[in-house]
């Protein structure tokens, strides 16, 4: 959250030049941290997915991720300034509380307007006693077609497919373009592990272990010999 100090935004819109504007003004705005700005919904979306905003500036219309759904999504985990060239959309962001609404094109003044009910909204939100918060159980990925939502306790193990990295559950598997790396920062260390440069575990789901070979619904998985020590302090290995 949020200091008296920083306050950490992600700029995004599918025109670049609308990102390009808002990130200047973020940029010259004392007070203000531009940690990303994009033209992808599932980049920014990310980003708060891993704690890395206070503000967002959200388009309310873009391909991959309307603004609403993405509301629906983050739930909260951080405060939303909303950005469109219609004004239709006002009375609906409002029902999500949205800190403000920004109208196209955004003037400088307008957008220090806004900035000053968010900073207010968060500072007031950073003295209030914080709500006690669950872990997070789940995650959001891109396939091909959609933005799925995976629960971990459906996750068995990931595995790296080339150019997709691919979700097995006991139904099936979900493709992502996406990448391990990634999936091993964002995943909780406490029930997933990384054994090999193609594979990351969840390790309620180990049924047992084999020559070496870690076995999960019939899948027998290789441990990397560079990972293999990380495994052993975690999983007892044959």
């Given at each position: ?13 599918d ?8 990130g ?25 997915q ?7 500036f ?13 509301i ?6 951080c ?27 955004v003037?400088?003044?307008?957008f ?28 959001f ?14 996750i ?14 006991p ?38 272990i084999?020559?070496g070979k870690?076995?999960?619904a ?10 293999r ?5 975690h999983?007892?290995?044959?």
């Amino acid at each position: 959250m949020a200091n008296e100090q920083t306050i950490r935004c992600v700029v995004v819109d599918d025109e670049p030049l609308a990102v390009k504007l808002l990130g200047d003004y973020v940029a010259k705005t004392e007070g203000l941290k531009l940690v990303l700005k994009t033209t992808h919904a599932l980049e920014a979306l990310y980003a708060v997915q891993e704690g890395k905003a206070d503000l967002l500036f959200l388009d309310v219309q873009m391909p991959e991720l309307t603004g609403m759904q993405f509301i629906k999504i983050i739930r909260n985990a951080c405060g939303v300034i909303l950005t469109t060239a219609y004004n239709e959309y006002a009375v609906q962001s409002y029902e999500h509380d949205v800190i403000d609404y920004l109208l196209k094109p955004v003037t400088f003044e307008r957008f220090t307007a806004a900035v000053q009910k968010a900073q207010k909204r968060l500072q007031q939100a950073n003295l209030a006693a914080p709500p006690a918060t669950e872990p997070a159980d789940h995650i959001f990925v891109k396939t091909e077609y959609r933005i799925q939502r995976l629960d971990f306790d459906n996750i068995l193990f990931i595995e790296a497919m080339r150019d997709y990295i691919a979700f097995h559950s006991p139904v099936g598997k979900v493709l992502s373009l996406d990448s391990m790396k990634r999936m091993e920062d964002l995943l909780p260390l406490s029930q997933f592990i990384r054994i090999h440069k193609s594979y990351i575990i969840n390790k309620s789901k180990l049924d047992f272990i084999e020559r070496g070979k870690l076995v999960i619904a019939g899948h027998y998985l290789p441990v990397g010999d560079t990972y293999r020590q990380r495994v052993a302090a975690h999983i007892r290995l044959g």
